[in-house]
């Protein structure tokens, strides 16, 4: 599967949206869910919580693995995907939409631009 062209990436396999409101989506690529499996636990963190760049923010538990995830940006959480909770294997069903992680509204924009487009995500997991 391409990624989207309308998110950036990293090397942990996080994927971020970057929203009109200085505020980013994240979640975990195809290519991560589909290394992990079936996906049945996703540990997200507090609403107000605020992290650095390459914090630790949840954990996603498949048949296979258990997983950190962690923020490519720094800021607070605004938003938890809580339907994880009930429902943990939308993250392998939809990656790039039902199955978000977080919110954060950023610190720094600048932050953005170390992260990788499409392309070079492809390259990377080639």
């Not at 980013?24 to 499996?37: E, P």
């Not at 258990?66 to 909770?85: A, M, R």
Request: charged share 25%; with cysteine; proline share 5%.
């Amino acid at each position: 599967m391409r990624p989207p062209e309308n998110l950036k990436y990293t090397k942990e396999h996080e994927w971020v949206r970057i929203e009109a409101d200085g505020v980013v989506t994240v979640g975990i690529t195809h290519f991560a869910q589909d290394a992990l499996g079936d996906v049945v636990y996703a540990e997200t963190p507090k609403v107000g919580a605020h992290f650095a760049a390459g914090a630790e923010i949840g954990v996603v538990e498949s048949v296979k693995a258990v997983s950190d995830i962690y923020t490519p940006v720094t800021g607070e959480v605004v938003e938890v995907n809580v339907s994880l909770d009930d429902a943990p294997e939308t993250i392998n069903e939809s990656p790039y939409e039902d199955g978000w992680f977080v919110k954060i509204k950023l610190d720094n924009t600048s932050e953005l631009d170390g992260l990788m487009d499409a392309e070079a995500y492809m390259e990377f997991c080639s």
